[in-house]
């Protein structure tokens, strides 16, 4: 039996059972084809092996019933606190010009598949793998993406997933107090479907904001907008979104890393870096560097059991804008202001950049706060001159490090990847004449090599986990 509580908020408490092997085989089962959905589970139940685990509806796993609640009733993926946890109607800010029905997010309703993560045997998908290590495994998804059965089937690989774009602050209140929740909800209620949780991303960030927000003059108007889109936000997904990326990339590049905004040079335009000065926030601009401290209190307020994370790139080894990040948050901590972990993005290449020795020393200097640490945007491109198949092996080689150096520590809790396959990635530009195949499926969905770096190092891992 695995124990996830650690990972979690009390509302979240995620007891797993699990009478998985943990995976000290000497060779790979063969896994399911990840673009075929099928019948079955896994584990003894499915002697026969041809059963698909990563469909939901088939027979029961493991667990022996249809639905893993069934055998664990602390089992997470409600995300409910008890009562259902519905705040259906709560985004819907009175009189803001008729979001519409579709807005209100269903009543949860508890899934019907068998868990994926109670299993026997050798795990199946990657969250199998993840749950012999107790860590949950996520991706980035597209609600407009959610209709095609090749990409939800590759998406129940994973345990954990983060609306793409579909909860910025220019998708949810494009105008100010009229809230659109339909696209959230969609993904919200997929991942209650499939046994997943949930990581809302982003309450605060200078980007993907809509003009009004960008045209905003003085700090009262700031903190109110403020103030009201964590509150509606956070409010309307109470109980079921586990974790709020709630402030985002505050600070800016370079040696002499700071909050953005913070200078009067910094310019008024998300899409334009200028070197040191980067891209403007109005919300330190206008509010002060206090709404980092306000945003995440608002969010304990709105959700007193949604785990509250800082998230920012280029910030996961020990350069200027790391240390940044880590001065902010030992404060935050010291001062006793509501925050439970720190998201490292990793958007990273399979050569160069960041060492796994230092990565290793920024999440143990961040645990060592009491913070979690997760990898929140992971993917690793290989562009470069090598011969490709020597660059597919840099990428496996780099992902089972950098995987290991997050199982290495116990409050290193997540692993989310930026998309599923390459073709879904925004980081899928040319290189070199071909893509730079920065995620674990390739276009077609089939599992590369960079997926087994991964899933290899969670079942080398599971095995050590007692
Ligand atoms: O919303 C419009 C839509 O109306 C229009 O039809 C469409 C046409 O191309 O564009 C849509 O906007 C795009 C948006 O994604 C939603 O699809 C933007 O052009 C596009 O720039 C935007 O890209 C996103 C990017 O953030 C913007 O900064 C990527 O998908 C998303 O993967 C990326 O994610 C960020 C994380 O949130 C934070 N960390 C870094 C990462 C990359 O910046």
Same mark, same amino acid.
């Given at each position: 039996?695995?124990?996830?509580?650690?990972?979690?908020?009390? !509302?979240?408490?995620?007891?797993?059972?699990?009478?998985?092997?943990?995976?000290?085989?000497?060779?790979?089962?063969?896994?399911?084809?990840?673009?075929?959905?099928?019948?079955? !589970?896994?584990?003894?139940?499915?002697?026969?092996?041809?059963?698909?685990?990563?469909?939901?509806?088939?027979?029961?796993?493991?667990?022996?019933?249809?639905?893993?609640?069934?055998?664990?009733?602390?089992?997470?993926?409600?995300?409910?606190?008890?009562?259902?946890?519905?705040?259906?109607?709560?985004?819907?800010?009175?009189?803001?010009?008729?979001?519409?029905?579709?807005?209100?997010?269903?009543?949860?309703?508890?899934?019907?598949?068998?868990?994926?993560?109670?299993?026997?045997?050798?795990?199946?998908?990657?969250?199998?793998?993840?749950?012999?290590?107790?860590?949950?495994?996520?991706?980035?998804?597209?609600?407009?993406?959610?209709?095609?059965?090749?990409?939800?089937?590759?998406?129940?690989?994973?345990?954990?997933?983060?609306?793409?774009?579909?909860?910025?602050?220019?998708?949810?209140?494009?105008?100010?107090?009229?809230?659109?929740?339909?696209?959230?909800?969609?993904?919200?209620?997929?991942?209650?479907?499939? +046994?997943?949780?949930?990581?809302?991303?982003?309450?605060?960030? +200078?980007?993907?904001?809509? !003009?009004?927000?960008? %045209?905003?003059?003085?700090?009262?108007?700031?903190?109110?907008?403020?103030?009201?889109?964590?509150?509606?936000?956070?409010?309307?997904?109470?109980?079921?979104?586990?974790?709020?990326?709630?402030?985002?990339?505050?600070?800016?590049?370079?040696?002499?890393?700071?909050?953005?905004?913070?200078?009067?040079?910094?310019?008024?335009?998300?899409?334009?870096?200028?070197?040191?000065?980067?891209?403007?926030?109005?919300?330190?601009?206008?509010?002060?560097?206090?709404?980092?401290?306000?945003?995440?209190?608002?969010?304990?307020?709105?959700?007193?059991?949604?785990?509250?994370?800082?998230?920012?790139?280029?910030?996961?080894?020990?350069?200027?804008?790391?240390?940044?990040?880590?001065?902010?948050?030992?404060?935050?901590?010291?001062?006793?202001?509501?925050?439970?972990?720190?998201?490292?993005?990793?958007?990273?290449?399979?050569?160069?950049?960041?060492?796994?020795?230092?990565?290793?020393?920024?999440?143990?200097?961040?645990?060592?706060?009491?913070?979690?640490?997760?990898?929140?945007?992971?993917?690793?491109?290989?562009?470069?001159?090598?011969?490709? %198949?020597?660059?597919?092996?840099?990428?496996?080689?780099?992902?089972?490090?950098?995987?290991?150096?997050?199982?290495?520590?116990?409050?290193?809790?997540?692993?989310?990847?930026?998309?599923?396959?390459?073709?879904?990635?925004?980081?899928?530009?040319?290189?070199?004449?071909?893509?730079?195949?920065?995620?674990?499926?390739?276009?077609?969905?089939?599992?590369?090599?960079?997926?087994?770096?991964?899933?290899?190092?969670?079942?080398? !891992?599971? %095995?050590?986990?007692?």
């Amino acid at each position: 039996m695995k124990n996830l509580d650690r990972l979690f908020a009390p !509302a979240f408490i995620f007891s797993l059972i699990c009478a998985c092997s943990s995976g000290g085989e000497s060779t790979r089962p063969e896994l399911p084809d990840p673009t075929v959905g099928g019948a079955g !589970a896994t584990g003894s139940e499915n002697p026969d092996g041809t059963a698909d685990p990563l469909t939901p509806g088939g027979p029961a796993g493991s667990g022996g019933s249809a639905n893993g609640e069934g055998v664990n009733p602390d089992i997470p993926l409600t995300g409910n606190t008890a009562g259902g946890g519905n705040t259906a109607g709560s985004g819907n800010t009175a009189g803001s010009g008729g979001s519409g029905p579709t807005n209100d997010l269903p009543a949860f309703v508890a899934p019907t598949s068998p868990d994926p993560d109670i299993f026997t045997g050798a795990p199946q998908s990657l969250r199998q793998a993840g749950t012999l290590t107790e860590r949950l495994i996520g991706t980035a998804v597209r609600a407009n993406r959610l209709n095609n059965e090749t990409y939800t089937t590759a998406a129940r690989e994973f345990s954990y997933v983060t609306p793409e774009n579909e909860m910025k602050w220019d998708a949810l209140e494009r105008e100010p107090g009229v809230f659109t929740f339909a696209n959230g909800n969609r993904i919200v209620q997929f991942a209650e479907a499939n +046994h997943m949780l949930v990581k809302g991303h982003t309450l605060v960030w +200078h980007s993907q904001i809509p !003009a009004w927000v960008r %045209a905003m003059t003085t700090r009262d108007e700031a903190l109110t907008a403020m103030e009201r889109h964590i509150t509606e936000v956070v409010g309307h997904y109470k109980g079921r979104v586990h974790a709020w990326d709630v402030v985002n990339e505050a600070f800016t590049d370079g040696n002499n890393s700071r909050l953005r905004g913070a200078d009067p040079n910094d310019v008024n335009d998300p899409n334009n870096s200028n070197g040191n000065n980067g891209p403007d926030s109005p919300f330190r601009r206008l509010i002060g560097e206090d709404y980092i401290d306000r945003a995440f209190t608002l969010a304990r307020a709105a959700d007193p059991d949604a785990l509250l994370f800082y998230n920012d790139f280029n910030t996961e080894g020990t350069n200027a804008k790391a240390n940044a990040v880590f001065n902010m948050v030992q404060s935050m901590k010291q001062r006793g202001v509501p925050i439970d972990g720190v998201g490292l993005q990793m958007h990273i290449n399979a050569s160069g950049g960041v060492t796994a020795q230092q990565l290793t020393q920024n999440i143990q200097r961040l645990t060592g706060l009491g913070l979690q640490v997760v990898f929140s945007e992971l993917d690793v491109t290989l562009c470069g001159n090598a011969d490709i %198949a020597e660059r597919r092996q840099q990428q496996k080689t780099r992902l089972a490090e950098v995987t290991k150096a997050c199982t290495d520590n116990p409050l290193c809790t997540a692993i989310t990847f930026w998309g599923i396959a390459d073709n879904d990635s925004w980081r899928n530009s040319t290189c070199n004449g071909g893509g730079s195949e920065p995620l674990l499926f390739d276009t077609t969905y089939q599992r590369k090599d960079a997926y087994f770096g991964v899933f290899d190092t969670l079942v080398t !891992a599971g %095995a050590a986990t007692p």
